[in-house]
């Protein structure tokens, strides 16, 4: 790990505009966050690869969208309502707020709170003398259970009948969906149906920039087979979502898969994986799961909504609830992995100069390619190479400053190749090209450009 902060990687993230804060002018809204320019090509690149990676080139699965909105009997079924909670408490003192488990895990880093129950974090609490960050005092209020569910209502009316939530998760959406996608697609098992979309969560203590946010984007896959597969799909994703990690490029000293162990796993789960990264400054912190977990959901869906969730095998003729295995994955924060892998403040050969720089994949980078005209006399026949390059990838037309210090902006928000368009280039037809990374040059023909840039993007 390199000595690079935190902060200063999410001070360059704000300065160049990849993210807001949100609602700004107005003061902003505690961790909320808009991404700009910048951070949407960003994150629709990231989207693109994912859907290719397990959409297109994955033959069972198939996209759909579920609306945020669902009827609440969804989440008594999948016991959201009465068990989304966490543990919540308040310091009598300075009357900062905090979660119970969260405290512990910071100031007694080798207690494992995900085995307490309430009761056993009171205890702990109190026996160990926990203290408020804020005041340093060591006086609790007990735990109450805090509703994370944001709640709204349906209609002109706010009474209890209309009551509804914003989804927490969006594997939901695609699991009351399965007969439908069964019924319309006439597809067999196994069948993967994958989905991309924000979820809510009403955290007591969100975080860390994007990595803990209260509206976030989720991509993910509720893969349904034949019971008594599970290890076998299982054993498929892990392999899947680490060659979706490799293909990324995040560096392999700072990623690791961590399995869960068995006291760690929900009752109905057989096999949870985790895929964590080691963020600057923050410590390893998850950017996925990989969860096994059986029928559990159909099977609570099929009691709630009494419809048949069971699938008839066409070949066995035998009818049973299919078993599914979930790669879940976090878009902010791998957004956020991504941005903390590429940066570096780079000391160049001389010893004495240095430059910022995004190696962010080039396929991921915002645009991939900056047509930089030498002169403003140039900018009409420079921008008909801009206007062919749009045709197949995201570009910027740059005419201010330096060409020194254009070279320095594309660096800093990770643009992999410069094109100047120079004098010489109204005579030869033929454009410079400097490499992000390497910051070597290149005169290639104005008309091999779009092959010569799809030729290096990998």
Request: hydrophobic share 35%.
């Amino acid at each position: 790990m390199s000595n690079k902060t935190f902060d200063e990687i999410t001070t360059h993230l704000q300065t160049y505009g990849f993210v807001y804060q949100g609602s700004e002018i107005y003061g902003g809204l505690a961790n909320s966050w808009d991404y700009g320019p910048l951070g949407t090509l960003f994150k629709n690149h990231l989207k693109d690869l994912w859907l290719k990676h397990f959409v297109r080139d994955i033959e069972y699965n198939v996209q759909i969208d579920p609306a945020i909105i669902m009827n609440p009997k969804v989440w008594e079924a999948t016991g959201h309502v009465s068990n989304f909670h966490d543990p919540l408490v308040d310091c009598k003192y300075c009357h900062s707020r905090y979660r119970a488990d969260d405290l512990i895990k910071q100031q007694f880093s080798d207690v494992d709170t995900d085995k307490m129950d309430v009761d056993d974090l009171n205890e702990f609490m109190k026996s160990h003398q926990v203290t408020c960050p804020n005041c340093g005092k060591s006086s609790f209020t007990d735990i109450r259970q805090f509703q994370m569910m944001f709640k709204t209502f349906l209609g002109v009316t706010e009474e209890k009948s209309s009551t509804v939530y914003l989804r927490p998760e969006t594997a939901q959406g695609i699991f009351i969906n399965f007969k439908n996608v069964m019924r319309t697609t006439r597809r067999k098992l196994p069948i993967g149906i994958c989905d991309i979309g924000k979820s809510f969560r009403n955290e007591i203590t969100p975080g860390n920039f994007t990595f803990r946010t209260r509206e976030f984007e989720q991509m993910e896959i509720e893969f349904f087979f034949k019971p008594g597969e599970d290890e076998k799909w299982f054993e498929f994703y892990k392999e899947n979502c680490k060659s979706f990690v490799e293909k990324l490029g995040l560096k392999d000293e700072n990623i690791r898969f961590r399995d869960h162990e068995k006291e760690e796993l929900a009752f109905y789960s057989k096999a949870t994986t985790d895929i964590e990264y080691l963020f600057p400054t923050l410590g390893w912190g998850e950017l996925m799961g990989i969860a096994s977990r059986t029928n559990y959901d159909l099977s609570r869906h099929m009691e709630f909504s009494k419809q048949d969730l069971t699938y008839l095998d066409p070949e066995t003729n035998e009818r049973y609830v299919p078993h599914v295995v979930e790669p879940s994955f976090g878009l902010d924060r791998l957004m956020l992995a991504l941005f903390c892998d590429s940066y570096e403040n780079e000391i160049l050969d001389d010893g004495k100069d240095s430059r910022v720089i995004m190696h962010l994949n080039k396929r991921l980078a915002p645009y991939t390619c900056a047509i930089l005209p030498l002169s403003n006399k140039l900018n009409d026949d420079a921008k008909k190479v801009f206007k062919m390059l749009t045709e197949e990838f995201d570009c910027i037309f740059d005419t201010t400053g330096s060409i020194g210090k254009r070279y320095r902006r594309e660096d800093a928000i990770g643009t992999p190749f410069c094109i100047t368009f120079d004098f010489d280039s109204l005579n030869d037809n033929k454009v410079t090209i400097r490499d992000r990374d390497s910051m070597k040059q290149e005169r290639v023909e104005i008309k091999e450009l779009v092959n010569y840039i799809k030729a290096n993007l990998d």
